[in-house]
Protein backbone atom coordinates (compact mmCIF):
# COMPACT_ATOMS: atom_id res chain seq x y z
CA UNK A 1 0.00 0.00 0.00
CA UNK A 2 1.10 3.41 -0.57
CA UNK A 3 0.91 6.48 -3.44
CA UNK A 4 1.98 6.95 -7.31
CA UNK A 5 1.75 3.40 -8.41
CA UNK A 6 1.48 2.94 -11.85
CA UNK A 7 2.25 -0.13 -14.50
CA UNK A 8 6.03 0.30 -14.57
CA UNK A 9 6.45 -0.09 -10.89
CA UNK A 10 8.79 -2.25 -9.60
CA UNK A 11 9.30 -3.95 -6.08
CA UNK A 12 12.68 -4.67 -4.90
CA UNK A 13 13.42 -6.84 -2.39
CA UNK A 14 17.17 -6.73 -0.25
CA UNK A 15 19.19 -5.85 2.93
CA UNK A 16 21.64 -3.17 0.76
CA UNK A 17 21.73 -1.27 -2.78
CA UNK A 18 24.11 -4.31 -3.98
CA UNK A 19 21.94 -7.14 -2.77
CA UNK A 20 18.50 -5.84 -4.21
CA UNK A 21 16.51 -7.98 -6.45
CA UNK A 22 14.14 -6.83 -8.71
CA UNK A 23 10.47 -9.03 -8.17
CA UNK A 24 7.53 -8.83 -10.36
CA UNK A 25 4.27 -7.05 -8.90
CA UNK A 26 0.95 -6.73 -10.28
CA UNK A 27 -0.41 -3.09 -10.49
CA UNK A 28 -3.96 -2.82 -8.89
CA UNK A 29 -4.49 0.90 -8.65
CA UNK A 30 -2.54 4.25 -7.82
CA UNK A 31 -2.26 2.96 -4.09
CA UNK A 32 -1.83 -0.33 -4.09
CA UNK A 33 0.62 -3.51 -5.81
CA UNK A 34 0.62 -7.59 -5.24
CA UNK A 35 3.35 -9.12 -5.21
CA UNK A 36 5.37 -12.97 -4.51
CA UNK A 37 7.88 -12.34 -2.04
CA UNK A 38 10.93 -14.31 -3.03
CA UNK A 39 12.18 -17.31 -0.58
CA UNK A 40 14.41 -16.21 1.86
CA UNK A 41 15.51 -17.85 4.94
CA UNK A 42 13.51 -18.00 8.52
CA UNK A 43 13.50 -15.07 10.80
CA UNK A 44 15.67 -12.81 8.46
CA UNK A 45 14.50 -9.15 7.80
CA UNK A 46 14.27 -7.95 4.37
CA UNK A 47 14.11 -4.41 3.19
CA UNK A 48 11.14 -3.86 0.67
CA UNK A 49 11.82 -0.68 -1.87
CA UNK A 50 9.37 0.31 -4.97
CA UNK A 51 11.13 2.24 -7.83
CA UNK A 52 9.54 3.48 -11.59
CA UNK A 53 13.05 3.60 -12.85
CA UNK A 54 15.13 0.79 -11.46
CA UNK A 55 17.70 4.31 -10.15
CA UNK A 56 15.29 6.00 -8.16
CA UNK A 57 13.92 4.04 -4.67
CA UNK A 58 11.12 4.90 -2.01
CA UNK A 59 12.67 4.93 1.29
CA UNK A 60 12.89 0.92 2.26
CA UNK A 61 10.27 -0.99 4.96
CA UNK A 62 11.27 -3.76 6.64
CA UNK A 63 9.49 -7.03 5.82
CA UNK A 64 9.91 -9.87 8.46
CA UNK A 65 10.18 -13.63 7.55
CA UNK A 66 8.58 -15.85 9.85
CA UNK A 67 8.10 -19.58 10.24
CA UNK A 68 4.47 -20.88 10.01
CA UNK A 69 3.22 -21.62 13.16
CA UNK A 70 2.69 -25.74 14.02
CA UNK A 71 -0.18 -27.19 15.64
CA UNK A 72 0.10 -29.92 18.25
CA UNK A 73 -3.13 -30.79 19.65
CA UNK A 74 -7.25 -28.93 19.86
CA UNK A 75 -8.65 -28.71 22.96
CA UNK A 76 -11.13 -30.91 23.29
CA UNK A 77 -10.27 -32.65 19.83
CA UNK A 78 -14.44 -33.49 19.20
CA UNK A 79 -17.06 -30.79 19.62
CA UNK A 80 -20.73 -31.66 19.27
CA UNK A 81 -22.36 -29.13 15.49
CA UNK A 82 -23.85 -25.86 16.38
CA UNK A 83 -22.98 -22.81 17.87
CA UNK A 84 -20.15 -21.08 19.77
CA UNK A 85 -17.93 -23.89 20.32
CA UNK A 86 -14.49 -23.13 21.41
CA UNK A 87 -11.29 -24.64 20.61
CA UNK A 88 -7.95 -24.31 22.98
CA UNK A 89 -5.27 -24.75 20.09
CA UNK A 90 -1.85 -25.86 21.55
CA UNK A 91 1.55 -25.43 19.38
CA UNK A 92 4.10 -22.96 18.61
CA UNK A 93 5.36 -19.68 16.65
CA UNK A 94 1.63 -18.31 17.35
CA UNK A 95 2.03 -14.58 16.81
CA UNK A 96 0.08 -11.80 17.97
CA UNK A 97 -0.65 -9.92 15.11
CA UNK A 98 -3.29 -7.81 13.34
CA UNK A 99 -3.85 -10.84 10.85
CA UNK A 100 -4.12 -13.66 13.13
CA UNK A 101 -6.90 -15.46 11.87
CA UNK A 102 -8.61 -18.96 12.79
CA UNK A 103 -10.24 -20.43 9.89
CA UNK A 104 -13.63 -21.82 11.23
CA UNK A 105 -13.80 -18.79 13.56
CA UNK A 106 -12.49 -15.91 15.31
CA UNK A 107 -9.36 -16.45 16.90
CA UNK A 108 -8.07 -15.22 20.81
CA UNK A 109 -4.51 -15.19 21.16
CA UNK A 110 -3.05 -16.19 24.22
CA UNK A 111 0.48 -16.82 24.01
CA UNK A 112 2.79 -18.10 21.40
CA UNK A 113 2.01 -21.70 22.26
CA UNK A 114 -1.52 -21.28 22.72
CA UNK A 115 -5.08 -19.79 20.92
CA UNK A 116 -8.62 -20.27 21.42
CA UNK A 117 -10.76 -20.45 18.30
CA UNK A 118 -14.41 -19.45 19.09
CA UNK A 119 -16.44 -21.98 15.93
CA UNK A 120 -19.88 -20.19 15.36
CA UNK A 121 -22.37 -21.56 12.78
CA UNK A 122 -20.67 -25.25 12.42
CA UNK A 123 -22.79 -26.98 9.81
CA UNK A 124 -20.14 -29.73 9.10
CA UNK A 125 -20.16 -32.83 10.65
CA UNK A 126 -17.72 -35.48 10.41
CA UNK A 127 -13.49 -33.92 10.49
CA UNK A 128 -13.35 -30.91 9.77
CA UNK A 129 -9.70 -29.06 9.38
CA UNK A 130 -8.73 -26.43 11.86
CA UNK A 131 -6.60 -23.99 10.78
CA UNK A 132 -4.40 -20.74 12.33
CA UNK A 133 -2.92 -18.22 10.32
CA UNK A 134 -0.10 -15.43 12.03
CA UNK A 135 -0.94 -13.36 8.18
CA UNK A 136 -4.66 -14.15 7.20
CA UNK A 137 -3.32 -15.96 4.18
CA UNK A 138 -1.52 -18.80 5.03
CA UNK A 139 -2.82 -21.58 7.22
CA UNK A 140 -1.47 -24.02 9.24
CA UNK A 141 -3.87 -27.27 10.21
CA UNK A 142 -3.66 -29.61 12.65
CA UNK A 143 -2.49 -32.56 11.93
CA UNK A 144 -5.38 -34.53 13.69
CA UNK A 145 -8.92 -33.08 12.57
CA UNK A 146 -11.28 -31.85 14.60
CA UNK A 147 -14.36 -34.10 14.89
CA UNK A 148 -18.03 -32.29 15.08
Not at 17 to 31: D, K, V
Not at 80 to 109: E, Y
Not at 111 to 135: A, F, T, W
Amino acid sequence: VGQFFNNETQVFFGSSISSRSRFPGQFLSSSSLAFRTPPEGMHTVATVMVSQDSFHFSLGVSYLYEKDPTIFSLIPSSIPAGNNRTVTVVGKRFANSLMFRCNLGVAFFLNSERVLCEISNLSLIGNVSLGISNNGVDFTSAAQALVV
